[in-house]
């Protein structure tokens, strides 16, 4: 067991106590929020304790994430977990965009994933939370969200920000999951698989822990055209905003498991739309309204910047 920087975690039964588990054997881990304490015995494998009443769980050798493809093409090493841990701490997450022209096409974004999530969903896992905005927006009534990232500024940040009793937060990694199997109503993984090393087993961790009849939200950029620069640091070419992957309603089903119920595709946000002029004429609009234009402007000339999949387990 570690302890960093102990916090001022309630002391009251949260759900995720009730649901945290080793990654591997699925064996319940208690949580003392009294102590601030987690009990993981001894393990090579993984470290685990609380970050300012934040539970964390990760591996202690980062060599054991997967590689992505492009590093092995490159022959390049790659720290999964360290570089998302500088990431939170180099790019503010909880600032807006300096262009509102983005900063719209973000809150579009928002309010699509806002609209397919199911309104009896008890527990919302918030993959990659950013900001903690899914939180702010869901996390009332009998809703619960859990604000999930690997690094540990965001869910800590994200928490202190948006207090709520239904509000909680872990620091973890999709590919070593600290929950119970079938746990949570809806998962949400906002521009986050376009990132990952490698994406099926990404999905596959994601279903292993929501439960049967819920729901999985994963929206990515839309046939998108990654471009490379020449770091400066390596020397071997590095995809802008560290996208590893390309995702359209041709290669995306590939990674849905034929044992769901159901899955469906929405390509959206028109590109002219959203990123010329024309945006300040629509900015105004309920979302429905945005939603009705910006469809029929995909039909007349298709530029969706926005994939969105949903999967019924």
Same mark, same amino acid.
């Given at each position: 067991?570690?302890?960093?920087?102990?916090?001022?975690?309630?002391?009251?039964?949260?759900?995720?106590?009730?649901?945290?588990?080793?990654?591997?054997?699925?064996?319940?881990?208690?949580?003392?929020?009294?102590?601030?304490?987690?009990?993981?015995?001894?393990?090579?494998?993984?470290?685990?304790?609380?970050?300012?009443?934040?539970?964390?769980?990760?591996?202690?050798?980062?060599?054991?994430?997967?590689?992505?493809?492009?590093?092995?093409?490159?022959?390049?090493?790659?720290?999964?977990?360290?570089?998302?841990?500088?990431?939170?701490?180099? @790019?503010?997450?909880?600032?807006?965009?300096?262009?509102?022209?983005?900063?719209?096409?973000?809150?579009?974004?928002?309010?699509?994933?806002?609209?397919?999530?199911?309104?009896?969903?008890?527990?919302?896992?918030?993959?990659?939370?950013?900001?903690?905005?899914? !939180?702010?927006?869901?996390?009332?009534?009998?809703?619960?969200?859990?604000?999930?990232?690997?690094?540990?500024?965001?869910?800590?940040?994200?928490?202190?920000?948006?207090?709520?009793?239904?509000?909680?937060?872990?620091?973890?990694?999709?590919?070593?999951?600290?929950?119970?199997?079938?746990?949570?109503?809806?998962?949400?993984?906002?521009?986050?698989?376009?990132?990952?090393?490698?994406?099926?087993?990404?999905?596959?961790?994601?279903? @292993?822990?929501?439960?049967?009849?819920?729901?999985?939200?994963?929206?990515?950029?839309?046939?998108?055209?990654?471009?490379?620069?020449?770091?400066?640091?390596?020397?071997?070419?590095?995809? !802008?905003?560290?996208?590893?992957?390309? @995702?359209?309603?041709?290669?995306?089903?590939?990674?849905?498991?034929?044992?769901?119920?159901?899955?469906?595709?929405?390509? @959206?946000?028109?590109?002219?739309?959203?990123?010329?002029?024309?945006?300040?004429?629509?900015?105004?609009?309920?979302?429905?309204?945005?939603?009705?234009?910006?469809?029929?402007?995909?039909?007349?000339?298709?530029?969706?910047?926005?994939?969105?999949?949903?999967?019924?387990?």
């Amino acid at each position: 067991m570690e302890n960093e920087q102990p916090g001022n975690g309630n002391t009251f039964m949260m759900i995720l106590d009730s649901m945290f588990v080793h990654p591997k054997t699925l064996k319940r881990i208690p949580i003392d929020r009294k102590k601030e304490e987690v009990f993981l015995e001894s393990d090579d494998r993984y470290k685990a304790g609380l970050i300012d009443g934040v539970p964390f769980l990760l591996p202690r050798n980062s060599s054991a994430l997967k590689s992505s493809k492009l590093h092995e093409d490159m022959g390049s090493s790659f720290d999964y977990q360290d570089h998302y841990q500088k990431d939170a701490e180099v @790019f503010n997450y909880f600032q807006e965009f300096s262009s509102r022209v983005d900063q719209e096409e973000r809150n579009r974004l928002d309010q699509m994933i806002l609209s397919k999530i199911p309104e009896d969903a008890a527990s919302i896992l918030d993959v990659g939370c950013g900001s903690g905005w899914l !939180a702010k927006a869901k996390a009332h009534g009998d809703t619960t969200v859990i604000s999930m990232d690997i690094s540990s500024r965001n869910p800590v940040e994200a928490l202190r920000q948006h207090p709520h009793p239904n509000h909680e937060a872990l620091i973890a990694d999709v590919y070593h999951l600290p929950l119970e199997e079938s746990s949570i109503d809806c998962i949400v993984a906002s521009e986050i698989m376009e990132h990952v090393p490698d994406p099926a087993m990404f999905v596959e961790k994601l279903l @292993f822990v929501l439960k049967p009849g819920g729901k999985l939200i994963i929206t990515t950029p839309y046939d998108e055209q990654i471009q490379y620069h020449l770091c400066v640091h390596c020397n071997h070419p590095t995809p !802008a905003h560290a996208h590893l992957h390309s @995702f359209n309603e041709n290669n995306i089903i590939k990674l849905i498991p034929s044992n769901v119920q159901s899955w469906n595709w929405t390509a @959206f946000s028109h590109e002219y739309l959203s990123k010329s002029r024309f945006y300040v004429l629509i900015k105004g609009l309920s979302f429905g309204g945005w939603k009705w234009i910006d469809s029929k402007a995909n039909k007349v000339w298709r530029r969706p910047m926005r994939l969105m999949m949903e999967v019924l387990k």
